[in-house]
């Protein structure tokens, strides 16, 4: 949808500015103001959900073979923060070790995922979500692990 706002205003303005070149210049300058705006505030709204990020408590994490070599990634996430969590962003890791590794394993899939979870404050909710790591199969011991990166609030 955005792309068809921004094709009929790129027309627009080039129509514009056949006949008033000054006009349509002056609203292009405007129309990147506010893009530039709308960035800026998107970005402060994203830290303030990383930051929310470290109040999430995620427990009973289970991957399990799924459809076409991708695994089904279910668990419990808690909202220890004040404000209701709409999305969450997950990187989820799978490393090949062996049995007696220190644990400084070769990576062999790496993904992140976005589960549409709505979380209100201070409760939990159950997911699932299914995550496509790549062909690659562990050769030994699978180790799994979970960074939540990023908490969008409502």
Not at 105 to 121: D, H, K, Q
């Amino acid at each position: 949808m955005q792309w068809v706002i921004l094709a009929f205003t790129v027309f627009g303005l080039l129509l514009l500015a056949t006949r008033y070149p000054k006009i349509a210049f002056g609203i292009l300058g405007a129309l990147i103001l506010f893009i530039g705006v709308l960035l800026m505030l998107n970005t402060s709204d994203k830290k303030i959900a990383s930051s929310r990020a470290a109040e999430l408590e995620m427990t009973n994490t289970k991957m399990t073979p799924g459809y076409a070599d991708s695994y089904n990634f279910s668990g419990r996430i808690s909202n220890n923060s004040e404000s209701h969590i709409r999305e969450i962003t997950i990187q989820v890791t799978l490393k090949d070790c062996a049995d007696d590794d220190d644990g400084s394993c070769p990576v062999i899939g790496e993904e992140i995922a976005r589960l549409p979870v709505a979380i209100p404050a201070g409760q939990a909710r159950d997911f699932e979500e299914n995550v496509y790591l790549g062909p690659s199969k562990p050769k030994q011991e699978a180790r799994w692990s979970f960074l939540i990166l990023d908490a969008q609030i409502r």
